[in-house]
Every structure is written in structure tokens, then in C-alpha cells.
């Protein structure tokens, strides 16, 4: 499976160091108009975590982004609409958080995800133990990550954290 992800789920994986997790649910492409939003104050390294991690930067083309501007509706930012128009194109999983591109990618029937679903498939995977899972959803909680809080109190109580 190869998964496309925003901007957003990145910087919540690397706040918590779980990008190196990330890339073993499958393939991980990330556009490079979208890398470039990753150069976050708070997070200086991150850039050069989602290199380190083999997540594969894809160069976006001058034909994508004339077919994007069909997508960027509403709310939409042009880096949005470019993950919609490319995962749509290309047949990817995007991960993002954010509730307009979500919106969009069910309207589109494009499949979409995000930070909560990826932590719930490490869980399901057994790629790292449920303790670890429930420090991470502490920490993004720390930083007001934009995370739905009825799902976060599910996952907490499937994962067992206190």
C-alpha cells in the first residue's frame, strides 16, 4: 500500500519520533510542496527526520498542479488540493487531519486517514508496545494537536492507557 501524507501528520509523528514507524504500514510519498511546510519552528529536525526515515519526497509536476487548481474549493489550500488531486490520480492512501481535505477525499471517494488511524494500525500491527502508543497520544494532546477528542478517548481505552 502506498500512503501520501499532509503536512500535519507528519510534524504529529515527529513530535512523538514515530516517522520510522510510519514507513513500516507501507510505502510513504510526501509532495514536495507539502515537505516544505514541514520546516516547523518547533521542530527544526524534521526535515531531515522524514529523509532519514526513507520517506520518498515526490517532485510535483506543472501538469498536477494546473489539474489541482480544478480541486481547490472552499476551505482548500493549493497544498491540499495537490494531495487530492494526486492521491485521486494515482490511487494513494492519504493521511491527513485535516477536516476539509477529508471532507473532499470522501466526496471523491479518495481513502483518507489520519494521525489516530496510523497509531491504531501500530497498535493492531504489534509494531510497538500499547504504553508507547498512549505516551504518544499524551504528547500530541501536550502540543493541541488537532485530534477528534471522542476518538482519542476510544483509542485510549482500546489501547489501556491510564
Known sequence: MILLSDANVLIDLGYVDGLSVLTQLGTIEVLDVVF??????????L????A?????????????????????TGPLSFQDALCLCYAKTY???LLTNEKPLRRCCQEQQVPVHGTLWIIQSVYERQL????ILCEWLTTLNRYNRRLSQSEVKFLRQRLGCS
Open 91 to 93: 490511487q494513494r492512501l
Open 128 to 131: 510497538l508496545d500499547a504504553a
Open 36 to 45: 516544505d511546510e514541514c520546516c516547523h519552528p518547533r521542530q527544526p529536525d
Open 52 to 72: 532519514t526515515a526513507g520517506i520518498q519526497k515526490v517532485t510535483v509536476t506543472q501538469e498536477w498542479a494546473l489539474l489541482a487548481r480544478t480541486y481547490q
Open 47 to 50: 526535515p531531515e527526520a522524514i
